[in-house]
T-cell receptor, first 115, second 114 residues
Framework: GAVVSQHPSWVICKSGTSVKIECRSLDFQATTMFWYRQFPKQSLMLMATSNEGSKATYEQGVEKDKFLINHASLTLSTLTVTSAHPEDSSFYIC???????????FGQGTRLTVV | AQSVSQHNHHVILSEAASLELGCNYSYGGTVNLFWYVQYPGQHLQLLLKYFSGDPLVKGIKGFEAEFIKSKFSFNLRKPSVQWSDTAEYFCAVPSRGGYQKVTFGTGTKLQVIP
């Protein structure tokens, strides 16, 4: 199956700093990627849809200025958590689909801890 | 918008017991549905998917699910679970328009006791 790779797998940062998470599709081109957030003992919540070459589409309640998304190429999307606070600590997961009738492939996730 | 609901939040079974996890969807038109599994410490993996055709879908690792339109259900089943099936299971539905985002149910944690 298609492979989606996320980097880093885990990161610890100080409150007030910014953190960038990368999501790459290794063996296919993804015009659209998706960013999810998973709180402990909860399901995945879609944060935003990342569109190659254009602005991301954010879900209701997600601060676009806080979670900056860039989809610079057909194989790379980045999520930057700006001015991170402890409440931003979570598990962030990206995914991409290879086509309309295809399954979504997921990255391994990034555990962010803000101290 | 399409959504899915999972009734069981935490299920504990002994090895060799049969499994059925409930999933109901809300959309009344043509429906596509997924079941994903997340093993401890690992990323989400697709178990099976339904797009059309035979409503009984067989997936990996002996799992199957049946799409019952009249009941708006897509329950996941396995006749005999193993300890290695301990994981969290998510029912999911892709959106029909736009960018094909996937909406997940709340998940069901399955714990299989040896």
């Amino acid at each position: 199956g298609a492979v989606v790779s996320q980097h880093p797998s885990w990161v610890i940062c100080k409150s007030g700093t910014s953190v960038k998470i990368e999501c790459r599709s290794l063996d296919f081109q993804a015009t659209t990627m998706f960013w999810y957030r998973q709180f402990p003992k909860q399901s995945l919540m879609l944060m935003a849809t990342s569109n190659e070459g254009s602005k991301a589409t954010y879900e209701q309640g997600v601060e676009k200025d806080k979670f900056l998304i860039n989809h610079a190429s057909l194989t790379l999307s980045t999520l930057t958590v700006t001015s991170a606070h402890p409440e931003d600590s979570s598990f962030y997961i990206c995914s991409a689909r290879t086509g309309r009738f295809a399954e979504a492939f997921f990255g391994q996730g990034t555990r962010l801890t803000v101290v | 918008a399409q959504s899915v609901s999972q009734h069981n939040h935490h299920v504990i079974l002994s090895e060799a017991a049969s499994l059925e996890l409930g999933c109901n969807y809300s959309y009344g038109g043509t429906v596509n549905l997924f079941w994903y599994v997340q093993y401890p410490g690992q990323h989400l993996q697709l178990l099976l998917k339904y797009f059309s055709g035979d409503p009984l879908v067989k997936g990996i690792k002996g799992f199957e699910a049946e799409f019952i339109k009249s009941k708006f259900s897509f329950n996941l089943r396995k006749p005999s679970v193993q300890w290695s099936d301990t994981a969290e299971y998510f029912c999911a539905v892709p959106s029909r328009g736009g960018y094909q985002k996937v909406t997940f149910g709340t998940g069901t944690k399955l714990q299989v006791i040896p």
